[in-house]
């Protein structure tokens, strides 16, 4: 048997491979790695007969300790539906005025109002239910069908412009695009619609318009935002009068929409929310309100 060389710094036998010069040290596995791999191979032989590891195709072998996670899961579920349904019983019997009266209750209802909201409202109104193009700002306390908790709470269940029965319908006609009005009378409608919210505009070059739009909005639109144009929420007519807009306030915009006309649309809640949850959303979306007026 021949030999095999030895390193001459670390004193190690070679493998007799050799690239450009560097020959490779015949050097073992480390003890600890050893250990470790021993340890994790034992480890999973010992769990494959403990825990549920085999599929037998129909069925699976369900292990010496009999852990089942699927009845783990519907006990913790069982566990928290008795929990839960101790204030749900509350929210449900009780007033809003009672609810927003009761702090451990509405620590409650912002809690699961957030879940809520995020798995259902934050996909229009955002993460923040601040809105944005074509969709409400919810924290501005500037509402279309009025901000009472029981107002948002009627609004979420029957919808707006939706399949349901008892659905909230609002539409603004499209003046221009269906002859209602002249090309001129919507530009200045639009012109005394956009210096209700921008007092600067109206200036001396600025006024004959804005005077003439002003004609056309009381036989035109005063009807539904009323004469003063701070609108009307039994029929979802929007304040004219504030920066509050949800397709635009700028002049350009406000001329699209007296042109093309606008109609929202917010799905019924009923069949997916349980009249609890409705509720809870309500008194949640108000207490945004609240709180950044």
Known sequence: MTARERDAVSGR??????????????TPVPKGILIFLIVTHVFAILWWFL????PLGWTYTKGLLGTNQHERVEQQLAQAAVARSAWEEKIASLSFDEIQANEQLMDIVRQTGHKLFGDNCAACHRAD???GSNYPDLTDDDWIWGGEPETIAETL????NSPHGESRMGQMP???RDQMLERKQVVNVANYVYSLSHPEYSTAANIDRIEAGHEVFVTTCAPCHGEDARGSQEIGAPNLTDTAWIY?????????SVHGGRQGHMPTWEERLTPVDIKILALYVHSLSVARP
């Open 13 to 26: 036998e070679t493998t007799g491979h050799e690239w450009n010069g560097i020959k490779e040290l015949d």
């Open 51 to 54: 825990m549920p590891a085999w």
């Open 129 to 131: 239910a601040t809105g």
């Open 157 to 160: 269940r029957v919808g707006i």
């Open 174 to 176: 499209a003046f221009g």
């Open 248 to 256: 635009g306030g700028d002049l350009a915009t406000i001329i699209s």
